[in-house]
Structures are given as structure tokens and as C-alpha cells.
């Protein structure tokens, strides 16, 4: 570990090397330039390398920091999940430092990083000649209390990467027009791009560990949205470089998976980066409903995501790049029996402003239609699907003895594996997919994003009663996703950033039923009126049973309590006239009915500068928008 003076660069202040860049910092912008001058000649500068340790739980709080540049993780021991991650311009250290007590947690550094140091001799002769900077640094330390607050409430959305590296995964190396069209993307993104011939450009002969070098990337970290380290396809040392430099590592892959063993590279980036700080991304000459072995590749290199890029056109790196800013447009898609089809209107009418969503993630029979988005099928292909899983194939008119279930099980799977495929796996899907479904044996929320696609679908529309749950291989049992959560907009959210677009049929708040309770007949009235047509007009409007158990389930469910955010755009399309969840021969009315429903809804949102569906219509350009209509026409006739 170096401690040392900040040293001088060329141009800059011998003080503080980064020269203006401390007006950024919140902490000193209430300080003059002589002010922020004496603070810094106060402190000194401490080089870490990623995975040192800065801060031991338990020690003696001597010290004060603040991050020059770089990342940090705060945790406890004994405590599998970080508490906090600190950047440039943040304290750390700062509570045991000012109530004088040890260290509350241990900090690391997760990154290449500097901080600058401040004792407590150093502090004490400042508070004394200068005390303005004693009250920035309280005025630090409460920003810092009400950020800790606001980790309080419910929704966990997933970390934003502000440093990505590319390296090659495996033994095959991604064709150089990937390359190409990557850099283009993340250039029409405002990323930064960073390589080997520009560093050496940069600073000749320098090192790589430089100071110099560590605050010129550090800089451009700091002013960009996102910076993107191209590590080469070898074990460089600048390969190991560029990955401890990044927030998250993207392994570009080609071919089937090679041998478990890993390469040099793969091995480094899996001991500095886990799992949920890694991508793959597998390189495919043509765009396809589904591919194979996805699995193999990620049980060689578990990673928290991975991506499908075809070479024939911009669209799914354009996908991979938004992904990377924190943009990506995500599809929520809630449940609610026959009105399934409702999701596949608004989709096709959103699909014809040349939206193209990137993820999936779906309940009940709302990962039915999002596990056909995920496979890159067009509407009318979901609608014929829909019309053979629950008209032609008659699955949920199949009563059994009432042992396991209400209605008898085969003919559903049997429909839902013919069409998805028998042995297509989520993973192989061409865009990212979950399904959520409801786990009785952990009694949880079961989010699926592996194995076969038709049983993930399967298990998350088990409605309790009418069908047997779904067991696993493992022994869990599972059943719908409604139980715990019909609009999985939360799992969206820790999933990745960017904006959402929501479906759900939650009920209003109030809905009043015309029904003389005395008239509702009993089995016998109801088995003869059931059997003389002109009878059976006469019957009580009331819900049926399916429905009434639908509405049960969903009951403890609050609608107007989603946890959205600004960029969350809910809809919530309006049921035809007398139509009941259950009224799958139906389907072709509920979705033409919202798709012509979703253009009006789409135009006048539009007008109004709603900020979600701006955020969503912006996610694609007009040149995008061409290719994605001619991608959508090429895919009708290619094979999966």
C-alpha cells in the first residue's frame, strides 16, 4: 500500500493533481479555491488495487478518506451482501471517525482506486484554521444519513455499471464486424471507448498503474455515462487491467462452449468479478427464435445475464448497448387468464413504432406471451398459439377425478410443449426471459430464468385447484406466480435499468355486483339449466367459479401501490363487455381490441410528453426502426 503527497502532473496544481475536478465534488463546492487548496494540502493520497482492503471492521477510526477515484464496497462480517458502494467525492470512514468509536464495517476497494487520507492531527489543525471545511464535511455526513435512508424503502433496482470491459471468452474469437458495430453503438451511446492503442497514445511509455494513467481513466469516468474498456482477445496485462478497472466484465463468446476448463482470462475475470458483476454474450452470424447451448456456456461461466447478438444488422447490439447504459426497455407482463392475449395487442402496436423491448419477465399466463416475445414470435404467431394451447386443445375444459387437481393436466403441457418447443431451454431463448411463479415449499417468490422454457411457463400458470402444482426435480414445489406477485414489476427492476413497459388487469378498487344472492340455483337447477339452451340465458350474472378464485388470489394485491418509477409506464387496457377470465374462445376479440386500444393510448401519451413512453419510443431510431420491420418480416420465414 502507497502513501504518499498528491504528486504533480503537467498544467495542474502540484496539490491536488486533478486540477478543477474538486468542484464536482458536492463536499467541496461550498469552499473557495483557497479553501479547497488548504484542505488538500492536508491530505494524502493512498493507491489501492482491487480486492485491498481499506478499512477493517473493528479497528481504530484514526482516519478519515474520501474517494479520489474508483469504487468501494462497504459490508459487515459475517454479512453475505454489500451495504453500500462509495465512488469519487464520497467520505468514507466518516461515522467512526466523529464519534470517535472503531470501524462499523469493513471497506474494499472493488476497483483500481485512490483515496485521499485525512487524520485526525490533520483534522483537528484544520477545524481550528479553517472551520468552513468542518462544516462541509457535517454537510457531508447528513447527505450521507439521508442516502442511507432512502436504501430504506421497498424497491431494489439493479446497479448501473459506469465501466465495462470486453474481453473474449473462450478459444474463438468474436469476428471483427461485432467489433465494429459494438463501438459504433456505444460512440452513438456518448460512451467512452477505451483500448490498448489509445492509452499508449495517451501517455507513451508510461506504465499502466501510473498515476497519471489511473487519473487521466479516472477522469473520463467520471464525465461520462459510461466508459467501455475494449481488453483484447489475449491475457494481456492490459486485459487484467481493463477488468480490475471495470463494474462489470461482458465475456464475448462465439461457437459452442469449449471445455469447462477456463482460459487464463476467463479464470482472472472470475476471481476478480462474481457472477452478478459478469455477462455473456454469445455472437450468432443470423437473428433466430432460439439457439442451443446457452447452458453449457453459463454453467462453464455462471453470470447474472446473458445476451443473443445476431451480425446481420444494429438490433441486438444496439439491445446489448442499453442494456450496458442502464436503458434497456423492459416488458412486464401480468396475469390474468383469458385476457392474456390483451399483452400480445399492445405489444404488436408497440412493435410497429419500431420499439424493440429487450427484456421479459412475466406471471401466470403473462409468461405465456412473454416467453413467445422472448422467442421472437410475431403476433399473429402467439395468437394461433394461444387459440391451440386453450381453444383447440380444450386444456382447461378437461375435468379429472378430483384427487390432485379440478381438470386433468396432460393435454396443457402437451399444448405447451408443441409450442415452445420440447427441449427449448429459457436460456436459449433469443432475448432474456423469467418467469415468476409461487414456491410452497420456501413459501417465496420462485423467479425462473433457467431450464425448459415450456415448464417455466407451466409452473408459473399452475393456478392452485384447477391444476397440479409443478414439481422440480430438486422437490420444490410450485404454483402461479399470482399468489405472490401478478405484476412482477419489482423483479424487473433488480434484473436492470431503463424503462418498463407494464400490463396488468388489476381490479379497480371498488367493483359492485348485481346479483341476487337467492336466485343463484343449486346443483341440480344448475345441471338442468345448463343442458336446455333457452334456460340457460336465465342464470344469475354472476362470476364464475374460475373467476372467483382468480380475484381471491390476487385479492391481497394492491395495484396502485406498484413500485414504479418515473420511467415505468403502466397500462391497463379495458376488458371487452362481458368477457371473464376464463373466456379463452375469445382471445382473437381481447386482442384486437387492445391493440387498436394501445395505437390510441401510445399517440396520446405521446402528446403529452409522457416521460416513460418517451423513454421507451426513444430506444430505437428511425434507421433502427427499418431494420427491425425487415428483420420482423425475414423472421416469419426463417426456420427456428
Known sequence: MQSNRVPPTEGTSATFAWGNASEDFALFRTLSAEQRLIAFA?????????????VEQGGAS?????????????????????????????????????????????????????????????????????????????????RRFATETARLLPVRASPRARTVALISGGHEAAPPAFEQCLRQSLADAGAEIVDLARLQA?????????????????????????????????????????IRQADLVVLVCRGAAPPPALTEIESFACTVHPASARRLVRVHDHRRHEVSGTAAWLSRVPCHMHHHVALEDMIDVDSLVRFLCGRAVGFVAGGGGSLGTAHVGIYKAFRERGVMFDIFVGTS???AMAAGFAKNYDAEHLERGTHEIFVSSRSFRRPTWPRYALLDHKAFDAALADQYGHHCRIEDCWRPFAAVAT???????ELIRTGLLWQAV??????????????TRDGLMLVDGCLVDNVPLAQMHQMKSGPNLVVHFGEPATEMFDVDYAALPGRFELLASLLTPFRRKSLPAAPSAVNVLWRSLVAHQRYDTLPTTPLDMVMRPPTPEGIDVTDFDRHQEIFESSYQ????????????????????????SGADHAATMAASASDKARAV
Open 202 to 242: 495517451m501517455f507513451p511509455g508510461r506504465a499502466l498503474d501510473a498515476s497519471e494513467v489511473a487519473d487521466w481513466l479516472n477522469r473520463i469516468e467520471y464525465d461520462a455515462p459510461l466508459v467501455a474498456y475494449f481488453g483484447g482477445p489475449d491475457a494481456s496485462d492490459w486485459a487484467r487491467k481493463a
Open 597 to 620: 386500444w394501445a395505437h390510441e393510448t401510445i399517440a396520446a401519451l405521446e402528446a403529452t410528453q409522457h416521460p416513460a413512453i418517451a423513454a421507451i419510443l426513444a430506444s430505437i
Open 365 to 367: 399466463v403473462g409468461s
Open 42 to 54: 492536508a491530505m494524502t493520497r493512498r493507491d489501492l488495487v482491487r480486492g485491498q482492503l481499506l
Open 458 to 471: 407451466r409452473a408459473s400458470s399452475a393456478i392452485p385447484g384447477l391444476l397440479p402444482p409443478f414439481y
Open 439 to 445: 414456491n410452497l415449499s420456501t413459501h417465496s417468490l
Open 62 to 142: 484514526d482516519a478519515l478518506f474520501l474517494v479520489l477515484h474508483g469504487a468501494l464496497t462497504v459490508y459487515r462480517t459475517n454479512h453475505a451482501e454489500p451495504i453500500a458502494e462509495l465512488r469519487a467525492g464520497e467520505l468514507v470512514g466518516e461515522i467512526g471517525f466523529f464519534a470517535n468509536i472503531p470501524r462499523t464495517a469493513n471497506v474494499i476497494a472493488i476497483r483500481d482506486s485512490s483515496v485521499l487520507v485525512l487524520t485526525r492531527a490533520a483534522y483537528a489543525k484544520l477545524a481550528q484554521e479553517t472551520p468552513e471545511i468542518v462544516e462541509a464535511l457535517l454537510a457531508a455526513l447528513a
